[in-house]
């Protein structure tokens, strides 16, 4: 161990350098492997990456790009994502009026 040199001109390490120049070829060895080893990312259709069949397969960073996309169709088609007013067709006491009669936790 202490013949191991730096690249600055053969002087030997020190020992909290060695291990810090080991840890570090280790952690990238064991990266490279981990990235070995990890599947190719499938390529998607526009269809199946946000037709909600494949949602759990998706990153999420893909799922945010579906996310994105969807957004952007919906505005571009007039239709606001986030709506700040809703339309009420029925009024707080009529609505307690058509649903007094049922009883607690039913639908």
Avoid at 35 to 45: G, K
Avoid at 68 to 81: C, F, H, N, Q, V
Avoid at 99 to 105: F, H, N, P, V
């Amino acid at each position: 161990m202490a013949d191991e040199s730096n690249s600055n001109g053969g002087e030997p390490l020190s020992k909290n350098a060695l291990k810090k120049k080991l840890k570090a070829e280790a952690l990238a060895k064991a990266k490279a492997e981990k990235l070995a080893a990890a599947p190719a990312p499938a390529t998607r259709s526009k269809a199946g990456a946000d037709g909600g069949d494949n949602e759990e397969e998706l990153t999420p960073s893909q799922y945010f790009e579906a996310r994105l996309r969807m957004i952007a169709e919906m505005e571009a088609a007039g239709t606001s994502p986030y709506p700040h007013k809703f339309h009420v067709t029925q009024g707080i006491p009529a609505f307690v009026d058509a649903y007094a009669g049922l009883e607690s936790g039913r639908k």
